[in-house]
């Protein structure tokens, strides 16, 4: 090894400077880093200085009682039994649709068990007009939260939560009332411009780099500018798709206020995170980037809320892009295709059911403080039941909407030949063989209008 | 012309048909909704009896050289097996025969979301058979790698909705290795396997047939089985070919279509398609899923419903067509098809994809140019349509057995 002769000299930048031999010194800088120079032969794979692994940042133990030190987001009792509500319906939604998939009323559904906490505490902490993109596997808790938490609600709709429980279903059902992909999508691909949720793709990580151009489009929006942010939630397996490393690069290069929020819930369908990555989870590439990061109890709604605000509020004074990277734990199976216990033992998922169940943490909080109660418990569980159950047999005695949606939005603007020919034949067959061919003629009378629309 | 070629196959038609029809008569399932017609669980197409499947046409078994007689069956042994079974069962063959040999892929050591590699982590080691990080490109990326060292790298895209980010290092790389390196290095060993096609329920990312994306990337080979023996033959000639293929593989033919399927190591040739019905009045060519749903419209055709019995004419019914599985998109067996199509002077091609650009458009524009002066009538295309599967519109989207049949009829009585 070369070592620099102690009066060696370097010109940079119009400066004339001596470098010094002892360690510790100054040996001058690289030209395009300001990487210091060092004599000792020394590699390096951590994020922190002494190799440690990333800490955890959480504000509530498992038994709801605050860390000693730790400081409570503000939260008076109205706000806490919001966040409690909301953090019951997702289960009770989850149960619902989980056994309507079942029985093959509809063809796909993604649970949310076990997550309660990071879904809820961070659309809390988010503004309603924040831009949020979801993702295949992560997309309708994020939607449906937003949706009813930030609004003012209509009190006629027989309770809070019922609002947007309706689009929920109608998206999952694909009927006529399915506003977010007209039945175009597969259930939980929800979308409203509304509540500034965008359209979910069920390819993963798609989103991410979208989301740096979302959040450098609202920079350019004076009025949005230093007051939206774009949200963009992901899980740690789509953490591994070539668009996180894009969408990270690009939003901290091109700087972006959008807010990265990853649910390490410990799998991908099968595959364990110990297969995903082998450094240090996913808050270890936000540095990386140059992107302010933070690890986060994702089972502690307080802690998930108070990082949020946190991270949002960076995002804002800066301009920049931040990273939360939220520990958590699916409990369910990763979706109706999926039996979870041909990967995984069924006591290692009823046993951390049992340690670190995120809502009865926040619920023993809620106790401690005296802002719930059992009679509240049986009172919100019968009255959530309800609401979804309600919401469930509307959307199932609705039609799907009109067959001629088969064609539409694929262009704006004039639609091109092909599409108009390819819908003529549709229709001639339609007319031929409509009331003749079983399969055609048992699927037309699920439409609404019976697909007269398209036929006449 | 046409009346003398339809006496003249008559009674090939009916000897095709009349299998189907017995068999329907003692189906033990419900009738499918459509009435008694045949479905992928009672296609005659599939091959049920030990010697049926030893006999399938092209089989070349790996313990044969090429000096002996050809099908030798005497002593082999079948099994039967659905389709992800007999994948499985070819990766194996792959794993033992071959130190070098790998698989992996997305939730591919549990046993694959469609079941396809089932104990091969238990049987090989999870050295041998692992799973990956979700990065397609990062998966097909590492196979080339390993290919470029001489290994077989056996890759699985969970879906083939998802090989897009690996598009880049298929078509940019495994492709034009051999051609940039002037034939110094190639990826030959390299095989990438993924389900395709639609389900009836999966909606736009879950329901696509990318094979035109891939058919004008010289240097590669587009690979689409139908039925287990064709899986398990053409999966181990994939391997085994001196170039990178892309193997798609039906998704709902995973757990539907049941052969016997022989045990022994054995082959079935790329780039060449296979008649399944011969006929004279018109060409009928597809691949995959649709290869059943042709076989149900030829049984519309010859004895139709009550209900769709006025819009078959009946000099139609003894129509005498030919159907043809192509089985490789590329390169696709012209030959066959233009001997057939010189034959009958008609084609109708049937896919899923999406119309404009589809393979069909390739085969279409080759043939009317082989036999511009012997058809009969345009070249016919049922496709899907140029969208996306749109989830509850997929039964309107993707051609099925009437939209086959009625294309049939147009083309034959143009």
Excluded at chain 2, 358 to 373: N, P, T
Aim: with cysteine; proline share 6%; hydrophobic share 40%.
């Amino acid at each position: 090894m070369i070592r620099s002769a102690p009066s060696s000299i370097v010109f940079r930048a119009g400066q004339v400077r001596r470098i010094a031999s002892a360690a510790g010194k100054d040996y001058g800088r690289l030209p395009h880093s300001n990487s210091p120079i060092v004599s000792k032969l020394k590699f390096f794979n951590a994020v922190s200085g002494d190799g440690n692994t990333i800490p955890t940042y959480r504000v509530l133990d498992g038994v709801g009682k605050p860390l000693e030190g730790a400081e409570l987001p503000e939260i008076d009792r109205a706000l806490a039994r919001k966040v409690y509500e909301h953090m019951q319906l997702l289960p009770t939604l989850d149960t619902v649709l989980y056994n309507v998939q079942r029985q093959g009323k509809i063809s796909f559904y993604m649970t949310s068990h076990g997550e309660e906490a990071t879904i809820i505490g961070s659309a809390a902490a988010l503004e309603l007009d924040d831009e949020v993109l979801g993702g295949h596997g992560y997309p309708l808790p994020p939607v449906f939260a937003l949706t009813s938490f930030n609004r003012a609600i209509p009190r006629n709709r027989g309770s809070s939560l019922a609002y947007g429980l309706d689009n929920v279903m109608a998206q999952c059902f694909g009927n006529e009332e399915d506003t977010a992909s007209k039945g175009k999508q597969m259930p939980v691909h929800l979308s409203s411009p509304k509540y500034h949720f965008h359209t979910i793709s069920s390819p993963l990580a798609t989103q991410i780099p979208q989301a740096a151009g979302v959040a450098y489009a609202l920079r350019r929006i004076p009025s949005r500018r230093s007051r939206s942010i774009a949200a963009c939630y992901f899980g740690e397996g789509a953490a591994s798709e070539g668009d996180f490393h894009a969408g990270l690069l690009m939003a901290s290069t091109i700087p972006s206020p959008a807010l990265f929020i990853a649910r390490n819930n410990g799998f991908a369908i099968s595959t364990p995170s110990s297969e995903q990555f082998y450094g240090d989870g996913i808050a270890s590439r936000g540095p990386g980037y140059g992107i302010h990061t933070i690890r986060v109890d994702g089972n502690d709604v307080l802690a998930v809320m108070s990082a949020v605000k946190e991270a949002r509020k960076r995002c804002l004074e800066e301009g920049r892009a931040v990273l939360i990277e939220a520990m958590t734990y699916r409990v369910g199976h990763h979706s109706t295709s999926d039996d979870s216990f041909a990967y995984r033992a069924r006591a290692e998922v009823e046993d951390w059911k049992k340690i670190d169940n995120p809502i009865t943490r926040f619920r023993l909080f809620l106790e401690s403080q005296g802002w719930w109660d059992a009679q509240a418990e049986e009172e919100l569980k019968d009255r959530l039941k309800a609401d979804v159950m309600k919401a469930f047999k509307r959307a199932e005695s609705l039609p799907k909407p009109e067959l001629k949606e088969l064609f539409t939005d694929v262009y704006g603007g004039e639609e091109p030949w092909n599409l108009k020919e390819q819908r003529a034949e549709l229709q001639g067959l339609l007319r031929k063989y409509g009331n003749e061919w079983e399969p055609w003629k048992a699927e037309i009378g699920r439409f609404r209008n019976k697909a007269r629309d398209l036929i006449d | 012309m046409l009346t003398a070629n339809i006496k003249r196959s008559a009674r090939t038609a009916r000897k095709a048909i009349s299998h189907i029809v017995r068999c329907n008569s003692s189906a033990v399932e419900p009738p499918p909704a459509g009435g008694h017609l045949p479905s992928v669980s009672n296609s005659q197409l599939l091959r049920s009896t030990r010697d049926a499947a030893l006999r399938s046409p092209g089989i070349r078994w790996t313990d044969e050289d090429d000096s002996g007689p050809a099908n030798i069956v005497g002593g082999r042994e079948t099994r039967k097996m659905n389709t992800y079974q007999a994948v499985r069962d070819a990766m194996s063959i792959a794993l033992m025969k071959d130190d070098t040999a790998v698989v992996f892929g997305e939730d591919v050591a549990f046993g694959g979301v469609f079941r396809c590699t089932m104990g091969l982590a238990e049987e090989f080691g999870r050295e041998r058979v692992f799973n990956t990080p979700l990065t397609e490109q990062g998966i097909a990326g590492f196979g080339i790698g390993m290919a470029l060292m001489g290994h077989t790298a056996i890759a699985e895209i969970q879906f083939s909705d998802y090989i897009f980010p690996a598009f880049d290092q298929i078509v940019n790389e495994a492709a034009k290795v051999r051609y940039r390196s002037g034939g110094s290095y190639n990826v030959g060993g390299l095989t990438i396997r993924t389900p395709t096609m639609s389900v009836g329920h999966g909606g736009l990312y879950h329901s696509q047939s990318p094979e035109a994306f891939f058919m004008g990337a010289a240097g590669l080979k587009v690979v689409i089985p139908r039925s287990p023996i064709q899986a398990k033959g053409l999966l181990l000639g994939a391997i085994r070919d001196p170039n990178p293929v892309i193997f798609l593989e039906p998704k709902i033919l995973y757990r539907s279509a049941v052969e016997q399927v022989p045990i022994d190591d054995f082959s079935l040739p790329l780039g060449s398609a296979e008649t399944l019905v011969p006929g004279n009045d018109c060409t009928l060519l597809t691949w995959g899923t649709p290869v059943y749903h042709c076989e149900t419209a030829l049984h519309l055709l010859a004895s139709p419903p009550p209900s769709l019995e006025k819009h078959i004419p009946t000099s139609l019914r003894s129509a005498s067509v030919e159907l043809i599985d192509l089985r490789s998109i590329l390169p696709w067996d012209v030959q066959t098809v233009e001997e057939s199509v010189k034959r009958t002077g008609r084609l109708v091609i049937v896919h899923e994809a999406g119309m404009t650009a589809g393979a069909g458009a390739e085969i279409s524009a080759e043939i009317q140019k082989r036999c511009f002066l012997k058809l009969n009538a345009p070249v016919s295309r049922v496709t899907g349509w140029d969208l996306p599967v749109g989830l509850q519109f997929e039964k309107f989207i993707i051609p099925d057995a009437l939209r086959i049949v009625d294309a049939l009829v147009k083309t034959l009585s143009y």
